[in-house]
């Protein structure tokens, strides 16, 4: 019994240090990112969200397309109060000028599908992008450093949640 305890008593010393590990990546996985790249992130996004949903709405089922037009409409007006914010001077960023090249390559791969494999490739990435948005606005609502910024991301942080919802739907 003896031998026991000190067993489990040295696992536990030898188990401590992964654990504080994990629970530090753990930590920084929900750190916000920084100004700028919470900036590139969103308007990569909306970049991507707009410029593919565009294709669904005019090659997705009927399914797709209802979806696809609120997602040009909704990420349209993200992208036009995130440039506002930008412009304003109160926040301190450059906007990207195009996708990133993660980005470029699923649009293209889009582009080349049609029927079926369009609406499975789309939706697909819908709730990726999304579950990606909404993990990127909730930590930088929670803890971004700039004040305007982590305003307007919690007042975004319910659309893009509906936007969730609505992805998970998708056939």
Known sequence: MKKLVVLVGACSLLAA????QQSAT???AR???STADFVRKVATSDMFEIRSSQLAARKGDADSKPFARKMVRDHSKTSTELKRLI???KVQATLPRSLDPKHRSKLSQLRGLSGTD???VYDRAQLEAHREAVALF?????SGGNSELRRWSRQTLPHLEQHLAMAKNLK
Do not use: E, Q, T, V
């Not at 909730?138 to 929670?142: G, L, P, Q």
């Open 87 to 89: 412009n304003s001077g």
């Open 17 to 20: 240090p992964a654990l504080a």
């Open 26 to 28: 753990s930590a920084a």
């Open 138 to 142: 909730s930590s930088y609502a929670r």
């Open 31 to 33: 750190a916000a990112p």
């Open 118 to 120: 369009f609406d499975r």
